[in-house]
């Protein structure tokens, strides 16, 4: 059975950026059913063993690396089965980076930068209450450093207006975008 390829927008931006909330904003306007899909939905539902490793059973730090290997491998498959996906992450290295160009480097990815001043990110931080304190500062300082793409938006901008914009963005997407442009940057990996 012949299946076409979906379509993928990748969110990136520093925890407490608004990820999610311009994601959630997105499906509801997108022509296409996308899927919402994120490391948060995983930690949410029950997925991975959080009860157990917070009472120390599990070293979070020994099961991230296949955690987050897993996630990556995860975008083509369901990609390639013909689903359209909206991807928030938090691309934390220039290896994580690498991997998913060589993962995704072939599909249609619109890459989508979250931008947030500091302070606000350590003031939403705080207010949620539920990210260890000093995520976002370190996120805010890397994330974006490796990255080209395709839109960036200011998160304290009004959300309509960034929807508006990614929206008007992606449906004029063309090609090369900013993952073919990172192609040229980033070698191919042999995995």
């Given amino acids: 059975m012949a299946t076409s390829r979906g379509s993928i927008i990748l969110v990136n931006g520093a925890s407490s950026s608004g990820k999610s909330t311009l994601c959630a904003a997105l499906?509801?306007?997108l022509p296409l059913p996308f899927w919402h899909y994120s490391i948060d939905h995983f930690r949410g539902t029950g997925v991975l063993p959080w009860s157990r490793i917070d009472r120390g059973d599990f070293a979070w730090h020994t099961l991230r690396p296949?955690?987050?290997?897993?996630?990556?491998r995860?975008?083509?498959?369901?990609?390639?089965?013909g689903n359209h996906l909206l991807v928030e992450h938090i691309v934390e290295t220039r290896e994580w980076m690498a991997r998913l160009l060589d993962l995704l480097g072939s599909f249609d990815v619109f890459f989508v930068g979250v931008h947030c001043p500091v302070a606000e990110l350590e003031r939403r931080e705080a207010a949620r209450g539920d990210r260890p304190r000093g995520d976002a500062r370190r996120d805010f300082e890397t994330v974006h450093e490796f990255c080209t793409y395709d839109i960036d938006v200011?998160?304290?901008?009004?959300?309509?207006?960034?929807?508006a914009a990614v929206l008007r963005a992606w449906?004029?997407?063309s090609r090369p975008n900013a993952f073919d442009r990172m192609l040229l940057q980033f070698p191919p990996s042999s995995a």
Avoid at 74 to 81: E, F, R, S
């Fill in 27 to 29: 499906q509801a306007q």
């Fill in 74 to 81: 995860c975008l083509p498959a369901l990609a390639g089965a």
């Fill in 171 to 173: 449906n004029a997407r």
């Fill in 66 to 72: 296949a955690f987050f290997e897993g996630f990556h």
């Fill in 154 to 163: 200011d998160s304290t901008d009004a959300l309509d207006a960034n929807v």
